[in-house]
């Protein structure tokens, strides 16, 4: 039978050097959610290697009825280079979908839309909201600016008026079926690489 088994076994051979690796994973395998460069490294060393060359974009979340989406976002976001991830409201989210992503990811909370602004504001963000509004423009013309926070409401619901109020733009993703929308998870995906082919393309 094929071996399905993730990640390694214990080390073979001499151990390597560094202050980056865990000597219980060396000893027992590294069975986590990693990139196999970061095989047997301490959790925090694989922290700080993935905010050291994150591309500088954050996602923030509405999680007013805790959505069950948010794990899966939370994952889409570590793989797509978001520095951060704010979550605006509730603080507890299943975190089944993050598949432990966010030991990696700075993943913080505001208990009302006001303290998140005012957070974004002082660091000199720009909120650009997604959903399906009649004041919403296409995704796919927009033009992301760099420094963009991007936001995303709840399933089903969307963006609260009050965070509607507060972003600097609100675009929509373009569909083509007879469904209304789309899942939050998929959308914040398309709109997180929406992002990263404008900004990162040519590197």
């Given at each position: 039978m094929?071996?399905r088994?993730?990640?390694?076994?214990?080390?073979q051979?001499?151990?390597?050097?560094?202050?980056?690796?865990?000597?219980e994973?060396?000893?027992s395998?590294d069975?986590?959610?990693?990139?196999?460069?970061?095989?047997y490294w301490?959790?925090?060393a694989?922290?700080?290697?993935?905010?050291?060359?994150s591309?500088g974009?954050?996602i923030?979340i509405?999680?007013?009825?805790?959505?069950?989406?948010?794990?899966?976002?939370?994952?889409t976001?570590?793989?797509?280079?978001?520095?951060?991830v704010h979550?605006?409201?509730?603080?507890?989210w299943?975190?089944?979908?993050?598949?432990?992503t966010?030991?990696?990811?700075?993943v913080?909370h505001f208990?009302?839309?006001?303290?998140f602004?005012?957070?974004v504001?002082?660091r000199g963000r720009t909120?650009?909201?997604?959903?399906?509004?009649?004041?919403?423009?296409?995704?796919?013309?927009a033009?992301?600016p760099?420094?963009?926070?991007?936001?995303?409401?709840?399933?089903?619901?969307?963006l609260?008026?009050?965070m509607?109020a507060?972003?600097d733009a609100?675009?929509h993703?373009?569909?083509?079926g007879?469904t209304?929308s789309?899942?939050?998870g998929?959308?914040?995906?398309?709109a997180m690489?929406?992002?990263v082919?404008?900004?990162k393309?040519?590197?």
């Amino acid at each position: 039978m094929t071996d399905r088994s993730i990640g390694v076994g214990p080390w073979q051979g001499k151990w390597p050097e560094g202050d980056h690796f865990d000597a219980e994973l060396l000893a027992s395998g590294d069975r986590r959610n990693v990139l196999d460069e970061y095989r047997y490294w301490k959790r925090e060393a694989i922290a700080e290697a993935i905010a050291s060359h994150s591309l500088g974009y954050e996602i923030a979340i509405e999680n007013l009825g805790h959505d069950f989406n948010i794990g899966s976002i939370v994952r889409t976001a570590n793989a797509l280079g978001a520095s951060s991830v704010h979550i605006v409201g509730r603080r507890r989210w299943n975190r089944r979908g993050a598949m432990v992503t966010d030991r990696y990811l700075p993943v913080d909370h505001f208990s009302e839309v006001d303290s998140f602004v005012t957070d974004v504001r002082r660091r000199g963000r720009t909120l650009v909201g997604i959903d399906i509004l009649d004041e919403s423009t296409p995704l796919e013309t927009a033009q992301l600016p760099p420094n963009a926070v991007l936001v995303f409401g709840e399933e089903g619901a969307g963006l609260s008026p009050a965070m509607r109020a507060q972003c600097d733009a609100i675009h929509h993703i373009t569909q083509y079926g007879s469904t209304r929308s789309m899942n939050v998870g998929h959308a914040a995906a398309i709109a997180m690489w929406a992002w990263v082919t404008t900004h990162k393309t040519g590197d």
